[in-house]
Protein backbone atom coordinates (compact mmCIF):
# COMPACT_ATOMS: atom_id res chain seq x y z
CA UNK A 1 0.00 0.00 0.00
CA UNK A 2 1.83 3.23 -0.89
CA UNK A 3 1.32 5.79 1.55
CA UNK A 4 3.42 8.27 0.05
CA UNK A 5 2.74 12.05 1.10
CA UNK A 6 1.45 14.08 -1.83
CA UNK A 7 3.12 17.28 -2.33
CA UNK A 8 0.65 20.42 -2.61
CA UNK A 9 0.09 20.99 -6.38
CA UNK A 10 2.24 23.98 -6.89
CA UNK A 11 0.44 27.52 -6.97
CA UNK A 12 0.28 28.80 -10.67
CA UNK A 13 -0.22 32.20 -12.49
CA UNK A 14 -2.08 34.01 -9.70
CA UNK A 15 -2.51 37.25 -10.17
CA UNK A 16 -1.55 40.06 -7.19
CA UNK A 17 -5.11 41.09 -7.05
CA UNK A 18 -6.52 37.51 -6.28
CA UNK A 19 -6.54 36.21 -2.71
CA UNK A 20 -4.25 32.97 -1.49
CA UNK A 21 -5.89 29.97 -2.36
CA UNK A 22 -4.04 28.67 1.27
CA UNK A 23 -6.10 31.94 2.99
CA UNK A 24 -9.74 31.03 1.15
CA UNK A 25 -12.59 29.58 3.36
CA UNK A 26 -13.69 25.91 1.67
CA UNK A 27 -16.79 27.91 0.65
CA UNK A 28 -14.82 30.40 -1.48
CA UNK A 29 -12.88 28.01 -3.07
CA UNK A 30 -15.73 25.93 -4.53
CA UNK A 31 -17.02 29.11 -6.04
CA UNK A 32 -13.45 29.32 -7.43
CA UNK A 33 -13.96 25.93 -8.82
CA UNK A 34 -17.24 27.03 -10.02
CA UNK A 35 -15.44 29.51 -12.67
CA UNK A 36 -13.07 26.52 -13.53
CA UNK A 37 -9.95 27.69 -11.62
CA UNK A 38 -8.49 24.34 -11.08
CA UNK A 39 -5.87 25.49 -8.69
CA UNK A 40 -9.06 25.65 -6.12
CA UNK A 41 -9.76 22.18 -6.98
CA UNK A 42 -5.99 21.44 -5.97
CA UNK A 43 -6.45 23.00 -2.85
CA UNK A 44 -9.12 21.31 -2.00
CA UNK A 45 -7.87 18.31 -2.97
CA UNK A 46 -4.61 19.52 -0.53
CA UNK A 47 -6.69 19.91 2.57
CA UNK A 48 -9.79 17.11 1.80
CA UNK A 49 -8.11 14.79 -0.26
CA UNK A 50 -6.17 12.26 2.12
CA UNK A 51 -9.20 12.18 4.40
CA UNK A 52 -11.78 11.70 1.43
CA UNK A 53 -9.28 8.87 0.12
CA UNK A 54 -8.36 7.16 3.96
CA UNK A 55 -12.37 7.00 4.10
CA UNK A 56 -12.92 5.00 0.65
CA UNK A 57 -9.81 2.85 1.54
CA UNK A 58 -11.24 1.77 4.67
CA UNK A 59 -15.05 1.04 3.20
CA UNK A 60 -13.94 -0.73 -0.01
CA UNK A 61 -11.08 -2.08 1.80
CA UNK A 62 -9.15 -2.18 -1.74
CA UNK A 63 -6.52 0.47 -2.85
CA UNK A 64 -6.89 0.83 -6.57
CA UNK A 65 -11.02 1.21 -5.31
CA UNK A 66 -10.54 3.68 -3.25
CA UNK A 67 -7.94 5.75 -5.41
CA UNK A 68 -10.97 5.24 -8.22
CA UNK A 69 -13.91 6.22 -5.96
CA UNK A 70 -11.20 9.89 -4.46
CA UNK A 71 -10.69 10.51 -8.44
CA UNK A 72 -14.25 10.78 -9.36
CA UNK A 73 -15.47 12.42 -6.11
CA UNK A 74 -12.94 14.87 -7.07
CA UNK A 75 -13.55 15.39 -10.66
CA UNK A 76 -17.27 15.50 -9.65
CA UNK A 77 -16.48 18.70 -7.66
CA UNK A 78 -15.46 19.82 -10.17
CA UNK A 79 -18.64 19.26 -12.98
CA UNK A 80 -20.65 19.96 -10.75
CA UNK A 81 -19.89 22.27 -7.85
CA UNK A 82 -23.40 23.59 -7.16
CA UNK A 83 -24.19 20.37 -5.76
CA UNK A 84 -21.94 21.34 -2.78
CA UNK A 85 -24.55 23.67 -0.11
CA UNK A 86 -22.52 25.14 2.39
CA UNK A 87 -26.03 26.22 4.91
CA UNK A 88 -26.31 21.81 5.07
CA UNK A 89 -22.33 21.29 6.56
CA UNK A 90 -19.16 21.44 5.89
CA UNK A 91 -16.92 20.91 2.77
CA UNK A 92 -15.14 18.36 4.30
CA UNK A 93 -18.66 16.81 5.85
CA UNK A 94 -20.53 16.74 1.89
CA UNK A 95 -17.80 15.36 0.30
CA UNK A 96 -17.25 12.44 3.14
CA UNK A 97 -20.58 11.80 2.90
CA UNK A 98 -20.45 11.61 -0.97
CA UNK A 99 -17.24 9.28 -0.82
CA UNK A 100 -18.95 6.75 1.82
CA UNK A 101 -22.11 6.39 -0.16
CA UNK A 102 -20.27 6.01 -3.71
CA UNK A 103 -17.60 3.20 -1.55
CA UNK A 104 -20.54 1.55 -0.71
CA UNK A 105 -22.17 1.76 -4.00
CA UNK A 106 -18.80 0.33 -5.57
CA UNK A 107 -18.58 -2.53 -3.00
CA UNK A 108 -22.00 -3.47 -3.39
CA UNK A 109 -21.05 -4.78 -7.28
CA UNK A 110 -20.81 -8.41 -7.46
CA UNK A 111 -17.02 -7.91 -8.86
CA UNK A 112 -16.19 -5.62 -6.02
CA UNK A 113 -17.91 -7.40 -3.61
CA UNK A 114 -16.07 -10.76 -4.86
CA UNK A 115 -12.52 -9.25 -4.80
CA UNK A 116 -13.21 -7.67 -0.88
CA UNK A 117 -14.64 -11.10 0.23
CA UNK A 118 -11.22 -12.70 -1.23
CA UNK A 119 -9.66 -10.05 0.46
CA UNK A 120 -11.29 -9.90 4.10
CA UNK A 121 -13.57 -12.77 4.53
CA UNK A 122 -11.76 -13.55 7.29
CA UNK A 123 -11.27 -10.02 9.25
CA UNK A 124 -15.46 -8.87 9.10
CA UNK A 125 -16.02 -12.26 11.45
CA UNK A 126 -13.26 -11.76 13.49
CA UNK A 127 -13.09 -8.14 13.36
CA UNK A 128 -13.26 -6.23 17.13
CA UNK A 129 -14.55 -2.57 17.67
CA UNK A 130 -12.60 -0.36 15.18
CA UNK A 131 -12.74 2.51 18.09
CA UNK A 132 -8.56 2.48 18.24
CA UNK A 133 -8.48 2.60 14.39
CA UNK A 134 -7.08 6.19 13.59
CA UNK A 135 -9.17 8.57 12.83
CA UNK A 136 -8.09 11.97 11.46
CA UNK A 137 -8.14 15.15 13.19
CA UNK A 138 -7.25 14.66 16.78
CA UNK A 139 -10.02 16.60 18.10
CA UNK A 140 -12.45 14.27 15.97
CA UNK A 141 -10.75 11.64 16.79
CA UNK A 142 -10.72 12.06 20.99
CA UNK A 143 -14.72 13.48 20.50
CA UNK A 144 -15.86 10.08 18.33
CA UNK A 145 -13.77 7.54 20.60
CA UNK A 146 -15.86 9.06 23.25
CA UNK A 147 -19.17 9.11 21.77
CA UNK A 148 -18.66 5.64 20.60
CA UNK A 149 -17.57 4.57 24.34
CA UNK A 150 -21.14 5.63 25.27
CA UNK A 151 -22.97 3.36 23.09
CA UNK A 152 -24.08 -0.12 24.23
CA UNK A 153 -22.28 -2.45 22.42
CA UNK A 154 -25.05 -3.93 20.57
CA UNK A 155 -25.55 -0.33 18.39
CA UNK A 156 -21.82 0.38 18.43
CA UNK A 157 -21.31 -3.07 16.76
CA UNK A 158 -24.16 -2.23 14.05
CA UNK A 159 -23.32 1.30 13.39
CA UNK A 160 -19.28 -0.27 12.61
CA UNK A 161 -20.24 -2.96 10.59
CA UNK A 162 -22.80 -0.82 8.54
CA UNK A 163 -20.48 2.27 8.07
CA UNK A 164 -17.10 1.11 7.86
CA UNK A 165 -17.87 -2.67 6.36
CA UNK A 166 -20.56 -1.27 4.11
CA UNK A 167 -23.09 -3.14 5.15
CA UNK A 168 -27.09 -2.70 4.48
CA UNK A 169 -28.68 -3.25 8.03
CA UNK A 170 -30.21 -6.54 6.27
CA UNK A 171 -27.02 -7.86 6.12
CA UNK A 172 -26.06 -6.58 9.86
CA UNK A 173 -28.75 -8.56 10.80
CA UNK A 174 -27.86 -11.43 9.36
CA UNK A 175 -24.29 -11.08 10.68
CA UNK A 176 -25.72 -10.74 14.02
CA UNK A 177 -28.77 -13.06 13.95
CA UNK A 178 -30.75 -10.29 15.47
CA UNK A 179 -33.84 -8.66 13.90
CA UNK A 180 -33.92 -6.35 11.07
CA UNK A 181 -36.15 -4.00 13.13
CA UNK A 182 -34.06 -4.68 15.90
CA UNK A 183 -31.29 -3.51 13.93
CA UNK A 184 -32.54 -0.04 12.28
CA UNK A 185 -33.46 0.65 15.62
CA UNK A 186 -30.01 0.31 17.26
CA UNK A 187 -28.25 2.47 13.93
CA UNK A 188 -30.90 5.18 14.59
CA UNK A 189 -30.61 5.64 18.07
CA UNK A 190 -26.84 4.71 18.20
CA UNK A 191 -26.17 7.62 15.93
CA UNK A 192 -28.71 10.27 17.58
CA UNK A 193 -27.11 8.94 20.81
CA UNK A 194 -23.83 10.52 19.42
CA UNK A 195 -25.14 13.21 18.13
CA UNK A 196 -26.66 13.77 21.55
CA UNK A 197 -23.05 13.54 23.26
CA UNK A 198 -21.27 15.79 20.79
CA UNK A 199 -23.89 18.49 21.26
CA UNK A 200 -23.92 18.40 25.10
CA UNK A 201 -19.76 18.25 24.83
CA UNK A 202 -20.01 21.53 22.25
CA UNK A 203 -18.31 19.37 19.49
CA UNK A 204 -20.99 19.80 17.38
CA UNK A 205 -23.49 22.55 16.80
CA UNK A 206 -27.17 22.18 17.51
CA UNK B 1 -40.14 -5.07 4.18
CA UNK B 2 -40.68 -1.49 3.92
CA UNK B 3 -44.53 -0.23 3.61
CA UNK B 4 -44.84 2.49 0.77
CA UNK B 5 -48.38 3.71 -0.69
CA UNK B 6 -49.19 3.54 -4.37
CA UNK B 7 -46.75 6.27 -5.57
CA UNK B 8 -44.37 4.65 -4.20
CA UNK B 9 -42.92 6.74 -1.38
CA UNK B 10 -42.20 5.30 2.54
CA UNK B 11 -45.11 6.01 5.49
CA UNK B 12 -43.41 8.49 7.54
CA UNK B 13 -43.49 5.86 10.10
CA UNK B 14 -40.96 3.76 8.43
CA UNK B 15 -38.99 6.05 6.80
CA UNK B 16 -38.25 7.77 10.64
CA UNK B 17 -37.18 4.55 11.52
CA UNK B 18 -34.70 3.64 8.38
CA UNK B 19 -33.04 7.56 8.97
CA UNK B 20 -30.23 5.90 10.65
CA UNK B 21 -29.70 3.34 7.92
CA UNK B 22 -30.07 5.88 5.02
CA UNK B 23 -27.26 7.85 6.45
CA UNK B 24 -24.92 5.63 7.26
CA UNK B 25 -25.97 4.29 3.32
CA UNK B 26 -27.12 1.04 5.02
CA UNK B 27 -30.24 0.52 2.89
CA UNK B 28 -30.64 -0.70 -0.37
CA UNK B 29 -31.34 1.71 -3.52
CA UNK B 30 -34.84 0.78 -3.67
CA UNK B 31 -35.46 2.24 -0.10
CA UNK B 32 -32.58 5.03 -0.40
CA UNK B 33 -34.97 6.03 -3.30
CA UNK B 34 -38.04 5.88 -1.23
CA UNK B 35 -36.60 7.56 1.86
CA UNK B 36 -35.25 10.21 -0.77
CA UNK B 37 -38.99 10.57 -1.54
CA UNK B 38 -40.36 10.67 1.60
CA UNK B 39 -37.73 13.38 2.84
CA UNK B 40 -38.88 16.20 0.01
CA UNK B 41 -41.96 16.19 1.69
CA UNK B 42 -40.79 15.85 5.69
CA UNK B 43 -39.27 19.17 7.13
CA UNK B 44 -39.28 16.46 10.33
CA UNK B 45 -36.93 13.64 9.03
CA UNK B 46 -35.05 16.33 7.11
CA UNK B 47 -34.59 17.69 10.02
CA UNK B 48 -32.95 14.74 11.75
CA UNK B 49 -31.20 14.11 8.37
CA UNK B 50 -29.10 17.27 8.38
CA UNK B 51 -28.82 17.14 12.30
CA UNK B 52 -26.82 13.88 11.90
CA UNK B 53 -24.67 14.87 8.90
CA UNK B 54 -22.18 16.47 11.44
CA UNK B 55 -21.74 13.49 13.17
CA UNK B 56 -21.36 11.26 10.32
CA UNK B 57 -18.99 13.27 8.88
CA UNK B 58 -16.69 12.82 12.46
CA UNK B 59 -17.25 9.33 11.82
CA UNK B 60 -15.99 9.58 8.59
CA UNK B 61 -13.12 11.66 9.25
CA UNK B 62 -10.16 9.26 8.91
CA UNK B 63 -7.59 11.51 7.95
CA UNK B 64 -4.18 11.01 6.28
CA UNK B 65 -2.88 11.80 3.13
CA UNK B 66 -3.79 10.66 -0.28
CA UNK B 67 -1.45 8.74 -2.24
CA UNK B 68 0.80 10.39 -4.47
CA UNK B 69 -0.45 10.24 -7.79
CA UNK B 70 -4.36 10.95 -7.40
CA UNK B 71 -4.37 14.75 -7.98
CA UNK B 72 -2.33 13.99 -11.50
CA UNK B 73 -5.20 11.49 -13.01
CA UNK B 74 -7.96 14.20 -11.71
CA UNK B 75 -5.75 16.84 -13.39
CA UNK B 76 -5.70 14.69 -16.84
CA UNK B 77 -9.27 13.63 -16.29
CA UNK B 78 -10.73 17.52 -16.38
CA UNK B 79 -8.21 18.78 -18.67
CA UNK B 80 -9.43 16.04 -21.09
CA UNK B 81 -13.30 16.37 -20.96
CA UNK B 82 -13.95 17.75 -24.14
CA UNK B 83 -17.40 18.64 -22.32
CA UNK B 84 -16.00 20.68 -19.96
CA UNK B 85 -13.46 22.48 -21.87
CA UNK B 86 -16.25 22.99 -24.34
CA UNK B 87 -18.39 25.30 -22.30
CA UNK B 88 -15.38 26.63 -20.48
CA UNK B 89 -15.38 30.29 -20.35
CA UNK B 90 -12.09 32.62 -21.22
CA UNK B 91 -9.55 32.64 -18.37
CA UNK B 92 -9.38 36.19 -17.90
CA UNK B 93 -13.70 36.46 -17.92
CA UNK B 94 -13.31 34.78 -14.34
CA UNK B 95 -15.02 36.77 -12.07
CA UNK B 96 -14.67 37.26 -8.26
CA UNK B 97 -17.44 36.23 -6.86
CA UNK B 98 -16.41 35.07 -2.74
CA UNK B 99 -18.26 38.63 -2.05
CA UNK B 100 -21.04 37.33 -2.43
CA UNK B 101 -20.75 34.15 -0.04
CA UNK B 102 -18.93 36.55 2.59
CA UNK B 103 -21.79 38.90 2.86
CA UNK B 104 -24.57 36.94 3.25
CA UNK B 105 -26.67 40.35 4.49
CA UNK B 106 -26.48 41.11 0.60
CA UNK B 107 -29.31 39.88 -1.69
CA UNK B 108 -28.17 38.21 -5.00
CA UNK B 109 -29.37 40.77 -7.08
CA UNK B 110 -27.61 43.45 -4.78
CA UNK B 111 -24.46 41.40 -5.24
CA UNK B 112 -24.50 40.89 -9.12
CA UNK B 113 -25.43 44.34 -8.88
CA UNK B 114 -21.64 45.28 -7.61
CA UNK B 115 -19.81 42.51 -9.23
CA UNK B 116 -21.10 42.25 -12.54
CA UNK B 117 -22.77 46.15 -13.08
CA UNK B 118 -26.44 44.14 -13.50
CA UNK B 119 -28.70 47.27 -13.08
CA UNK B 120 -31.91 46.21 -11.39
CA UNK B 121 -34.69 48.21 -12.53
CA UNK B 122 -38.41 48.78 -12.89
CA UNK B 123 -40.07 47.79 -15.99
CA UNK B 124 -43.63 48.93 -15.49
CA UNK B 125 -46.65 48.75 -12.65
CA UNK B 126 -46.97 45.36 -12.80
CA UNK B 127 -43.26 44.25 -12.98
CA UNK B 128 -41.27 44.55 -9.97
CA UNK B 129 -37.63 43.75 -10.61
CA UNK B 130 -36.14 42.56 -13.47
CA UNK B 131 -32.15 41.87 -13.74
CA UNK B 132 -30.70 42.62 -17.36
CA UNK B 133 -29.25 39.88 -18.77
CA UNK B 134 -25.16 39.73 -18.35
CA UNK B 135 -22.55 37.95 -20.74
CA UNK B 136 -22.74 33.98 -21.27
CA UNK B 137 -19.30 33.59 -19.38
CA UNK B 138 -20.86 35.17 -16.36
CA UNK B 139 -24.09 32.82 -16.27
CA UNK B 140 -22.33 29.56 -14.28
CA UNK B 141 -20.67 31.49 -11.69
CA UNK B 142 -23.98 33.42 -10.68
CA UNK B 143 -26.00 30.52 -10.93
CA UNK B 144 -23.60 28.65 -8.16
CA UNK B 145 -23.19 32.07 -6.25
CA UNK B 146 -27.31 32.05 -6.20
CA UNK B 147 -27.07 28.38 -5.26
CA UNK B 148 -24.65 28.80 -2.86
CA UNK B 149 -26.51 31.61 -0.91
CA UNK B 150 -27.81 29.72 2.99
CA UNK B 151 -31.55 28.65 2.22
CA UNK B 152 -31.84 28.79 -1.65
CA UNK B 153 -33.55 25.96 -3.58
CA UNK B 154 -33.29 24.89 -7.60
CA UNK B 155 -36.25 24.42 -9.11
CA UNK B 156 -36.76 22.72 -12.71
CA UNK B 157 -38.89 24.57 -15.20
CA UNK B 158 -40.58 22.16 -17.45
CA UNK B 159 -42.13 22.39 -20.62
CA UNK B 160 -45.81 21.28 -20.94
CA UNK B 161 -45.00 18.23 -21.74
CA UNK B 162 -42.81 17.54 -19.29
CA UNK B 163 -39.34 18.08 -20.61
CA UNK B 164 -37.10 20.36 -18.42
CA UNK B 165 -35.91 23.21 -20.61
CA UNK B 166 -34.65 25.52 -17.75
CA UNK B 167 -34.12 25.97 -13.81
CA UNK B 168 -34.90 28.20 -11.51
CA UNK B 169 -33.13 29.36 -7.70
CA UNK B 170 -35.64 30.96 -5.45
CA UNK B 171 -33.62 32.30 -2.67
CA UNK B 172 -35.45 33.20 1.06
CA UNK B 173 -35.22 37.07 0.58
CA UNK B 174 -37.31 36.54 -2.24
CA UNK B 175 -35.23 36.94 -5.09
CA UNK B 176 -35.66 33.86 -8.07
CA UNK B 177 -32.96 33.42 -10.01
CA UNK B 178 -33.14 32.18 -13.73
CA UNK B 179 -30.29 29.98 -13.65
CA UNK B 180 -30.30 28.56 -17.25
CA UNK B 181 -32.78 28.67 -19.98
CA UNK B 182 -32.81 26.36 -22.65
CA UNK B 183 -35.30 26.86 -25.01
CA UNK B 184 -35.06 28.64 -28.43
CA UNK B 185 -34.83 32.39 -29.41
CA UNK B 186 -37.67 34.57 -30.29
CA UNK B 187 -37.89 37.36 -33.41
CA UNK B 188 -37.44 40.40 -32.28
CA UNK B 189 -40.95 41.31 -32.32
CA UNK B 190 -41.29 38.79 -29.22
CA UNK B 191 -40.65 38.20 -25.82
CA UNK B 192 -40.24 35.70 -22.87
CA UNK B 193 -42.50 37.17 -20.48
CA UNK B 194 -42.47 35.88 -16.03
CA UNK B 195 -44.86 35.58 -14.29
CA UNK B 196 -45.65 34.53 -10.95
CA UNK B 197 -48.63 32.86 -9.76
CA UNK B 198 -50.35 34.51 -6.63
CA UNK B 199 -53.58 32.98 -5.43
CA UNK B 200 -54.12 31.40 -9.31
CA UNK B 201 -53.97 34.91 -10.81
CA UNK B 202 -50.75 35.76 -12.62
CA UNK B 203 -48.76 38.68 -11.95
CA UNK B 204 -45.83 39.76 -14.11
CA UNK B 205 -42.41 39.73 -13.02
CA UNK B 206 -40.62 41.20 -15.74
CA UNK B 207 -39.68 40.43 -19.36
CA UNK B 208 -36.54 37.99 -20.11
CA UNK B 209 -36.24 39.35 -24.34
CA UNK B 210 -36.24 37.27 -27.15
CA UNK B 211 -32.95 34.84 -25.96
CA UNK B 212 -33.00 34.57 -22.36
CA UNK B 213 -29.47 34.56 -20.00
CA UNK B 214 -29.47 34.71 -16.51
CA UNK B 215 -31.73 37.31 -14.96
CA UNK B 216 -33.01 38.20 -11.64
CA UNK B 217 -36.76 38.78 -10.39
CA UNK B 218 -37.83 39.71 -7.16
CA UNK B 219 -41.34 38.49 -6.06
CA UNK B 220 -41.99 41.56 -3.84
CA UNK B 221 -43.08 40.20 -0.93
CA UNK B 222 -45.52 37.66 -2.50
CA UNK B 223 -45.68 34.25 -1.82
CA UNK B 224 -45.28 32.78 -5.08
CA UNK B 225 -44.97 29.03 -5.10
CA UNK B 226 -45.60 28.88 -8.58
CA UNK B 227 -43.99 30.53 -12.18
CA UNK B 228 -44.77 30.39 -15.84
CA UNK B 229 -43.40 31.96 -19.00
CA UNK B 230 -45.02 32.75 -21.80
CA UNK B 231 -44.21 34.43 -25.07
CA UNK B 232 -45.60 37.82 -25.44
CA UNK B 233 -44.87 40.87 -27.82
CA UNK B 234 -41.85 42.20 -27.12
CA UNK B 235 -43.28 44.82 -25.31
CA UNK B 236 -44.84 42.81 -22.95
CA UNK B 237 -48.70 42.47 -21.75
CA UNK B 238 -50.53 42.46 -18.27
CA UNK B 239 -51.84 39.50 -18.86
CA UNK B 240 -50.83 36.44 -20.05
CA UNK B 241 -52.14 36.30 -24.19
CA UNK B 242 -51.85 32.56 -24.40
CA UNK B 243 -50.47 29.03 -22.21
CA UNK B 244 -47.33 28.74 -20.60
CA UNK B 245 -44.50 27.39 -22.48
CA UNK B 246 -43.00 26.41 -19.18
CA UNK B 247 -44.03 26.33 -15.80
CA UNK B 248 -41.85 25.59 -12.37
CA UNK B 249 -43.47 24.52 -9.09
CA UNK B 250 -41.89 25.46 -5.49
CA UNK B 251 -42.97 22.69 -3.27
Known amino acids: MSQESIQPPAPRRRKSTEPQLHEMSDASLVVAVARYNQDALAEIFRRHGGAVHALAKRVTRDQALAEEVTQELFVRLWNEPERYDPARGTLRTFLLMQTHRRSVDVIRSEEARRRREQNESASIAATSYDIDHEFGDLADREAIREAFKILPQDERRAIELAFYHGLTYREVAQRLEQPEGTVKTRIRTGLRRMNEALVSWKVVET | ?251
Not at chain 2, 214 to 226: D, K
Not at chain 2, 228 to 249: F, L
Request: aromatic share 4%; hydrophobic share 40%.
Open chain 2, 1 to 251: MEQSDLSGKMDHQEAELLLGAYIIDAVEANERTAIEAHLSDCTKCRSEVDTLCTTIGMLANEGGPAPAGIWDRIEHEINESEDVVAFRPPQHSRLRIPTIIASTALGVAAALTLIFGVQIHHLDSQVNRLGSQVTTSATRAIATAALLQPGAKRFSLDSPHGKSVGSLVALQSGEVVLTSFLMHPLKATSTYQVWAIVDEHPISLGLLGNHPTVSVFHTGGRHAFEFAITVEPAHGVAQPTGAPVATAAII
